[in-house]
C-alpha cells in the first residue's frame, strides 16, 4: 500500500488522509457501538490507523534524515509522540471520569481525532515527498527539489546525495532477484529475510517484556493489586518515562543502537523479577503496593530509553532501501497483532474474578523476556552512523551481528 500509490500525487499526500479516515472512522464507531462486536470493529480500524501510521512514519523519516542523526529523529518523531500523547490521555482520563453520563468516555475517545486534524492541516502543506521515493520512480528533478528544501543549506551538496541515492537503490536492484517491482515476498528470501526477522524483533520485544502490563494497563493493574491512587502513579510514570525519552534520544547517537537495547532488557528483567516476587509476598499488604507502584515506575524508566526509544529506530534502518516500507510494515502488523492479542489477555489475567494472578502475571513477561533477550544478543546488530549502502554490504557479506 506504500509502494504503489498513485502516479500524479507525492505518497505522503495519499498516505496522511487515509490514516485520518480510518481514525475518524474507527472514532465514529466507538461512539455508537451498541455492543462489544461492533467495537471491536472500531478497535482494528484504529489499529489499522495505528500499523499505518508506524509504517510510514518510520519510512518516511530514516529516508529524509541524514544518517548522523537518522536514530535520533527516529527515535524523537515516533516514541516521544507516544508517550506525550499517554500523557495527553491520562490526564483526559483523569478530567472526565467525573463526568455521571456515558459522555465520561465518549469524551475521552473524542478527542482522538485532535491529533488527525492536525495531520491535516499540518502535515499536507509542509511535509515534502521522500527523496528515495522520488527516485526510485524515476523523478530526479523533484528529489532533487525535496532535497533541497529538507537540508536548508545552501553549501549542501544536494547532487552528490541524490546520487548516492542512486547507487543505493541500484545496488539493491542488482542483488534482488526479482527485478524492478519489490514484493512482501523479497522480504522472506535470502539477506533481506534476515533483515525483516531483524525489524520486527525490537517491536515485538516490547511487548514481551511488559508493556502491555506496566504500560498500557499500567493504572488497571495497579487499581486490582491494591494502589490507592493509581493516576497519580501512573502520571509520574509517565512523566519520567518523557524525560527517559529525552535521554534516550542524546544517547542513540552515542553509545548505539545495540548497547541501549541490552542493558535496557536487563533492567527489565530486573524489574519484571521483583513485580512477579510481589504477587508471592505481603500481597495486600501497604509495603507491597508502594514497591510494586516503585518498581513500575523503574521499568518504565528502563523501557522508555532503550526498547521503547530505540526500537522503531532499528525498524527504520535494518531493512533495504527498495524493500523499507513493506519490511517496516511487517513490522508494524506483527507489533499490532501481539498488542491486540495481549490487550484481551491482561485483563483477563489479573482480574481477581478471572485468572487473579496479579503481579505474578509478570513471570510470563520475565520468561518470555529473558528468551527474546538471548536471542536479541546474537542478531541485533548495530547502526550506528552506517549508510544505507554501508549496511547492505554487511548484510550481503553476511557479518555476524555482533560484528557491525
Avoid at 529523529?73 to 456515558?102: D, E, M, R
Avoid at 510481589?278 to 500481597?283: E, V
Amino acid at each position: 500500500m506504500l509502494s504503489k500509490p498513485n502516479k500524479c500525487l507525492p505518497k505522503i499526500l495519499l498516505t496522511i488522509p487515509r490514516i485520518c479516515s480510518l481514525t475518524l472512522a474507527g472514532t465514529i464507531v466507538e461512539l455508537f457501538a451498541p455492543d462489544w462486536k461492533v467495537w471491536i470493529v472500531a478497535k482494528l480500524l484504529m489499529g489499522a490507523a495505528m500499523g499505518s501510521m508506524q509504517a510510514t512514519t518510520q519510512t518516511y523519516v530514516s529516508e529524509v534524515t541524514p544518517a548522523e542523526i537518522r536514530g535520533f529523529t527516529l527515535s524523537l518523531f515516533f516514541q516521544f509522540w507516544i508517550i506525550l500523547g499517554s500523557l495527553l490521555a491520562s490526564c483526559v482520563l483523569q478530567a472526565t471520569k467525573s463526568i455521571n453520563s456515558p459522555w465520561s468516555w465518549k469524551a475521552a475517545v473524542i478527542t482522538q481525532l485532535c491529533p488527525a486534524l492536525l495531520s491535516l492541516v499540518l502535515f499536507i502543506p509542509l511535509v515534502p515527498e521522500s527523496p528515495y521515493f522520488l527516485v526510485a520512480k524515476g523523478r530526479t528533478d523533484q528529489a532533487r527539489r525535496c532535497l533541497s528544501i529538507i537540508r536548508g543549506q545552501d553549501d549542501h551538496d544536494v547532487d552528490a546525495e541524490i546520487l548516492e541515492i542512486q547507487t543505493t537503490l541500484e545496488h539493491e536492484r542488482q542483488l534482488s532477484s526479482s527485478g524492478q517491482n519489490p514484493s512482501y515476498l523479497e522480504c522472506f528470501q535470502k539477506t533481506d529475510l534476515r533483515r525483516t526477522m531483524i525489524a520486527c524483533l525490537p517491536v515485538v520485544m516490547q511487548l514481551f517484556l511488559g508493556f502491555p502490563l506496566c504500560g498500557n494497563y499500567l493504572a488497571y493493574f495497579l487499581t486490582l493489586s491494591g494502589v490507592s491512587d493509581a493516576f497519580l502513579i501512573t502520571l509520574i510514570s509517565v512523566l519520567l518515562s518523557m524525560f527517559a525519552v529525552v535521554s534516550a534520544f542524546s544517547l542513540v547517537e552515542r553509545v548505539g543502537r545495540r548497547p541501549q537495547v541490552l542493558f535496557g532488557t536487563c533492567g527489565m528483567l530486573g524489574c519484571l523479577l521483583v513485580i512477579s516476587l510481589l504477587g508471592f509476598f505481603g500481597r495486600g499488604e501497604v509495603w507491597n503496593s508502594k514497591v510494586l507502584a516503585a518498581f513500575c515506575i523503574i521499568w518504565s524508566i528502563f523501557y522508555y530509553s532503550s526498547v521503547g526509544a530505540v526500537g522503531w529506530t532499528i525498524v527504520g534502518e535494518i531493512s533495504s532501501a527498495r524493500l523499507r516500507a513493506k519490511t517496516t510494515s511487517l513490522a508494524a502488523v506483527s507489533s499490532s497483532v501481539f498488542n491486540m492479542g495481549w490487550s484481551i489477555a491482561i485483563p483477563y489475567l489479573v482480574n481477581a474474578e478471572e485468572a487473579n494472578l496479579g503481579p505474578k502475571s509478570g513471570l510470563i513477561f520475565l520468561g518470555c523476556g529473558t528468551v527474546l533477550a538471548v536471542i536479541s544478543f546474537f542478531v541485533i546488530p548495530e547502526t550506528k552512523g552506517k549508510s544505507f549502502h554501508e549496511l547492505d554490504d554487511m548484510f550481503a557479506n553476511r557479518l555476524s551481528a555482533r560484528k557491525f
